[in-house]
């Protein structure tokens, strides 16, 4: 019961609220009726598109209520350029024209039933201390028991009435999610450009990655390799003659190698690290916590597996995050949060730095988003002047 109420009480202020924005959708729908007119004397044209833009805040509004009412969000499906040529003007005409029509007698009937409710049922026990009777919410006169039991049965039918305002105030939620939330194909071409989008940033980062690992190999390991080819040659052609030379050559062969192989093993885990396979993705950024020369705290949330390469992603993105506090932040601490869900990986990185991360300077962030964008992954960053710097990344683990 004590919910049922709970749910009535929100209904009759979403719809009481509603007859406001109602009100607004009228003003706004008589506004642009009024431009329309002054369109064919050359006034109204160029207040068109404003006078357009300006009726889409009450629109907001009733988009940011239908998002709470109903628990999830509702995107604004507005685009870049003329809101003439918007397909999300139509649907936001046609909501101001529905709820301008309605909102007000659903807001004022939400008002009503139950304050009438609550009338009738006083005037039943009062009427019989007032002389003449008491006439009632709708008309009648209550001064007989007969027309009080008549006027309790209008309070119940006033009180039913009121039980069906959430399921009213549903209605009014769902139909404002239908018009001013993206439409279906607006949402899908939106969603395939935005993936076209993050393709190619893929392939440009993997492309980078992949001349980034030539150009190591070419000039660090190839370049030690084939010194140590020339002096194990030379060393073998003064072997007979020169034995000491031949023996220091060798050795130098012996050292190039192994400045070779550690080049190697440094190209090797840029790929793929072997701490992520040796101790997964929380041991592998603990153990990027413990080298930080800054002070770094890891909480892990989540532990369960991930995706290889979704792991990878988060721990090169954890790498170069430290790397950046470490260069630009001034920062005494870092904080590294793992966590999310089987499906999605959640990582957040906070640093008690000066702050004024700003992307467009680089500082490898905009490296870092074109990682997670590449797995269908999100990044968000949060650095006023003064600090504290909030990075957070989303990364799909079904991607």
Known sequence: MTTRLRECWSAVRYLVVGAGT??????????????????????GIPSLAPAIRLARWPVGVDRRRAARALGEPIPEPYRDGSPLKDPATRR???????HAATGMIIGALAFGLPVGAVQQVITVFVWPLVPGGIEGSLGIVVDSWPRAGLDLLVAAAMVAATLQLPRVARWQARTARKLLAPAPGVVLADRVAELTATRAAALEAHGAELRRIERDLHDGTQARIAAVVLQLGIAGQLYDRDPATARDLLVKAQDTATDALAELRTVVRS???PLLSERGLAGAVRALAERSPVPAAVTVEYETGR???????????VAEVLANVTKHADASQVDITLGGTASLLRLEIRDDGRGGADESRGSGLAGIRRRAEAFDGTLTLTSPPGGPTVLRVELPCGS
């Open 307 to 317: 995706p290889a390469a979704v792991e990878a992603a988060a721990y090169f993105v």
């Open 22 to 43: 109602s009100l607004l959708s009228l003003f706004a729908i008589a506004g642009l009726f009024a431009v329309l007119l002054l369109c064919p004397f050359g006034i």
């Open 271 to 273: 790929i793929y690290p």
């Open 92 to 98: 936001d005409l046609a909501w101001l024209a529905i």
